[in-house]
């Protein structure tokens, strides 16, 4: 069973620091990983994505890649409260499958 | 670009009724589409790999003739909820891949969901 590990949460963070998601996954064949947020009532939305080791950084993001050890991070910059919402971690499947496991998601909370 | 549109948002029927939901990718091929269905403070769940021009995959638990899904065209898949009752209701939610790119490293980009309310 291919899995994909996130804490739950919440995590609570004053306005302007700095959020740190974290995930870990199962599947050592994985390529791609996606980090999505989605806010309450509402569907997921991609910000991230990353398929290399290394960080990867886009505006106030930074994904964070270790195939090794099998663990991809998520910084938040500047966290805003409109950042608030749940964070899913996905990997794809090394079957070629297009398909995607989700992690169950980490509900990141930013206080004004 | 990598739209995709989902309809409708939300329906509100009496149990028994069979409901169609539509997810179309505006901008792009998709030959694979997903389907997932959210209950509220839980997790997405993976319903069906909705494959155009053959038969979807359903996962595992998943009743496929409860469920229908039709993939006719490279931008347009359906699920049908057939004969709905109250434990239906739930968030749907439907994803494509732009296959056409090429490999499998492509994300998902979700529609805005359909919301299910059975009475």
């Known amino acids: 069973q291919k899995e994909v590990e996130q804490n739950s949460g919440p995590l609570s963070v004053p306005e302007g620091a700095i959020a740190s998601l974290n995930c870990t996954y199962s599947?050592?064949?994985?390529?791609?990983f996606f980090w999505y947020r989605q806010y309450s009532g509402k569907s997921p939305e991609l910000i991230m994505s990353?398929?290399?080791?290394g960080d990867k950084e886009d505006g106030r993001f930074t994904a964070q890649l270790n195939k090794a050890s099998q663990y991809v991070s998520l910084l938040i910059r500047d966290s805003q409260p409109s950042d608030s919402a749940t964070y899913l971690c996905?990997?794809?499947?090394?079957?070629?499958?297009?398909?995607?496991?989700f992690g169950s998601g980490t509900r990141l909370l930013v206080r004004p | 670009g990598a739209v995709v549109s989902q309809h409708p948002s939300w329906v509100i029927c009496k149990s028994g009724t069979s409901v169609k939901i539509e997810c179309r990718s505006l901008?792009?091929?998709?030959?694979?589409m997903f389907w997932y269905r959210q209950f509220p403070k839980q997790s997405l769940m993976l319903m069906a790999t909705?494959?155009?021009?053959?038969?979807?995959?359903?996962e595992q638990g998943v009743e496929k003739d409860k469920f229908l899904i039709n993939h006719a065209s490279l931008t347009l898949s359906t699920l049908t909820v057939t004969s709905a009752h109250p434990e239906d209701s739930s968030f749907y939610i439907c994803?494509?891949?732009?296959?056409?790119?090429?490999?499998?490293?492509?994300?998902?980009?979700f529609g805005d969901g359909t919301r299910l309310s059975i009475l």
């Open positions: 994803s494509a891949t732009r296959t056409d790119r090429g490999g499998s490293n492509q994300p998902q980009h």
């Open positions: 599947d050592r064949g994985s390529q791609s």
């Open positions: 990353i398929y290399s080791n």
């Open positions: 996905a990997v794809n499947l090394a079957d070629s499958s297009y398909k995607l496991i």
């Open positions: 901008d792009f091929q998709a030959t694979t």
């Open positions: 909705s494959n155009e021009g053959s038969k979807a995959t359903y």
